[in-house]
T-cell receptor, first 109, second 117 residues
Framework: EDQVTQSPEALRLQEGESSSLNCSYT??????LFWYRQDPGKGPEFLFT???AGEEKEKERLKATLTKKESFLHITAPKPEDSATYLC??????????FGQGTRLTINP | GAVVSQHPSRVICKSGTSVKIECRSL??????MFWYRQFPKQSLMLMAT?????????EQGVEKDKFLINHASLTLSTLTVTSAHPEDSSFYIC?????????????FGDGTRLSIL
């Protein structure tokens, strides 16, 4: 059975303090690993898709990387507006997504 | 801007009421849409896959007679929670993917907060 585990469950950082969020997965034939950002009371907002080990993608202060077993979301010099829950998901079959529990990130000014 | 619109954003109603939630893809066609449920501080759990012009596919443990799905057009799917009870209170979120393009991610609506009194 496909599984996605995210760690830590919650993370508090000071503004400017870089860190990484982890997403470990087990899937039979990875068709895509997705990162989303979710603000309270809102739906997830798409950030990145990664398809193969070694792939990296960047957007502003965020960089996502992928290995055969896990993905990291690196956040560099974060700002308070980066505070959100970050969700990782793997594609199961043609289109279905299996989500991890998320990491609640808080950036203190 | 938003590419998937979900309405209403919040519903409060009495036990026994049926509630309809709409999900629209705004600038693309989606032959498939997805309905999720999210409990506080938990992740998204897929309830069902909505297929345009055919029956929805429900995940194990989801009652198809309780959660009616209709996908009558390439831009609209609806979820009806029939005879809702307090245990149905939750955050319901839909998503859609542009099926005209390959390797497109799912885009999500802003969710519907359902509260059954």
């Amino acid at each position: 059975e496909d599984q996605v585990t995210q760690s830590p469950e919650a993370l508090r950082l000071q503004e400017g303090e870089s860190s990484s969020l982890n997403c470990s997965y087990t899937v039979s034939g990875l068709r895509g690993l997705f990162w989303y950002r979710q603000d309270p009371g809102k739906g997830p907002e798409f950030l990145f898709t990664l398809y193969s080990a070694g792939e990296e993608k960047e957007k502003e202060r965020l960089k996502a990387t992928l290995t055969k077993k896990e993905s990291f979301l690196h956040i560099t010099a974060p700002k308070p507006e980066d505070s959100a829950t970050y969700l990782c998901a793997v594609q199961q079959g043609a289109q279905k997504l299996v989500f991890g529990q998320g990491t609640r990130l808080t950036i203190n000014p | 801007g938003a590419v998937v619109s979900q309405h209403p954003s919040r519903v409060i109603c009495k036990s026994g009421t049926s509630v309809k939630i709409e999900c629209r893809s705004l600038d693309f066609q989606a032959t498939t849409m997805f309905w999720y449920r999210q409990f506080p501080k938990q992740s998204l759990m897929l309830m069902a896959t909505s297929n345009e012009g055919s029956k929805a596919t429900y995940e194990q443990g989801v009652e198809k007679d309780k959660f009616l799905i209709n996908h009558a057009s390439l831009t609209l799917s609806t979820l009806t929670v029939t005879s809702a009870h307090p245990e149905d209170s939750s955050f319901y979120i839909c998503s859609a993917r542009n099926t005209a393009s390959s390797n497109q991610p799912q885009h999500f609506g802003d969710g519907t907060r359902l509260s059954i009194l």
